[in-house]
């Protein structure tokens, strides 16, 4: 769900097991929700601006014996990417590794010059890939 967030107010701070956790009531489209952050200066909820965010219903039973629902959000985090191995699958990417090894364990044992190791890598991470595309046929 998205929404601009119209208050953000600070509420307690507890200690659970993964450490120190704050409380937020957070008010949008005429709603009230719980965000409970690991900071207390967090930055996921902001008064103004549009969030995207998942809505869960909780039940709560109070000292007095009485059952409520309240509401808590939780943000969705964008997944950081990295640009080293976009082009390559996952399986290839290990494949690079392994030739690098291979072609050095060739310089260590004396088959091939060091200036000859990343044309022998090549070599065999293509060979590596022909294998694996022939396999999956």
């Known amino acids: 769900m998205k929404a601009t967030i119209k208050t953000v107010t600070f509420k307690k701070e507890r200690d659970t097991q993964f450490g120190k956790m ?7 489209n005429d ?3 719980v965000y409970s952050s690991k900071y207390k200066d967090q930055r996921s909820f902001v008064a103004g601006q549009e969030a995207e965010f998942t809505e869960e219903q909780r039940d709560h039973t109070g000292t007095d014996g009485n059952t409520f629902t309240y509401t808590i959000i939780k943000p969705i985090k964008q997944q950081r990417q990295s640009n080293f191995g976009k082009a390559l ?3 290839q990417s290990r494949y690079s590794g392994f030739a690098m090894s291979y072609a050095k364990d060739l310089v260590v044992g004396g088959r091939i010059q060091l200036d000859d190791m990343l044309m022998w890598t090549e070599i065999m991470f293509s060979k590596m ?4 595309k022939s396999l999956e046929q």
């Open 22 to 28: 704050y409380n937020f009531e957070v008010t949008y």
């Open 31 to 33: 709603k009230k929700a």
């Open 89 to 91: 699958t996952k399986e």
């Open 129 to 132: 890939v022909e294998l694996d």
